[in-house]
């Protein structure tokens, strides 16, 4: 499938460690580095399967999970000042916790940013000023992982069916984005559970166009995707209608 999507709206390799970090329920400063090395490579082998265009950070970090890995595997010094300074991966943990602090710092930013455009005003009498809050549901941000998540886990859905009849199939990424596109039109939102049900020919093609096409349209704006907690159902968004 010659179609390329480029990932420079979508996070690091710091941030898909985050990730697995927090899937996994694992304390950040006791990584299992050989669990997160090998979800790492296997998100970066989906991406590839995917024809993303995968930046060369990402090998970079496989690259130095691998090399914490082996290192893990020696034999730790047997000279007692050495044992402190031994631990491979302090310098990694180190930049995953100042990398999440300002994270943290410009989602909250973001956040008091939303909040605030949600504010209304009445700037004719100052003593009476009044301020009315729109009442929306608190959503967060979906990541690339996310979506990369839930796409695998339809993958896997797919390949578990029974298989009763072959379809040839001949849509594109083109013909998906068409697709997406008049599905939400007049909608305010739709699951992406809901979203594959809608889709005619359930093979892995057809989901691999539908999954490049979702993420088309993110890069360009015309769809958003939020989730009311983390690994929730994923929603997708028409923002040509108030949310």
């Not at 970090?21 to 995917?50: C, G, H, W």
């Not at 993303?52 to 893990?72: N, P, Q």
């Not at 209304?120 to 009315?132: H, K, M, S, V, W």
């Not at 892995?204 to 979702?214: E, I, K, M, N, W």
């Amino acid at each position: 499938m010659a179609y390329r999507v480029k990932l420079q709206n979508f996070e690091g390799p710091l941030d898909l460690l985050l990730f697995l970090i927090k899937k996994n329920e694992v304390d950040i400063y006791d990584i299992p580095i050989a669990l997160v090395t090998r979800q790492y490579l296997e998100y970066i082998k989906m991406m590839q399967q995917l024809d993303l265009d995968v930046a060369s950070e990402f090998i970079l970090m496989a690259a130095t999970l691998i090399r914490i890995k082996v290192r893990m595997l020696l034999p730790k010094p047997e000279i007692e000042e050495e044992i402190d300074d031994f631990d491979p991966r302090r310098e990694l943990v180190e930049r995953l916790l100042e990398y999440k602090k300002y994270k943290e710092v410009a989602y909250e930013l973001s956040r008091l940013e939303t909040r605030q455009r949600l504010h209304f005003y009445r700037p004719e009498n100052e003593a009476q000023l009044t301020q009315f809050e729109v009442q929306e549901t608190a959503y967060g941000q979906v990541s690339l992982f996310d979506l990369l998540a839930a796409f695998n886990e339809s993958i896997k859905r797919f390949e578990n069916e029974p298989v009763h009849k072959v379809i040839a199939s001949a849509l594109s990424v083109d013909d998906q984005i068409v697709f997406i596109e008049e599905l939400l039109t007049g909608r305010n939102q739709i699951s992406f559970s809901e979203l594959l049900q809608h889709v005619h020919i359930f093979n892995r093609s057809v989901l691999v166009a539908t999954f490049l096409a979702l993420l088309e349209l993110i890069h360009r704006g015309a769809v958003l995707v939020k989730q009311k907690s983390p690994f929730s159902e994923i929603l997708l968004f028409n923002p040509t209608i108030n949310n």
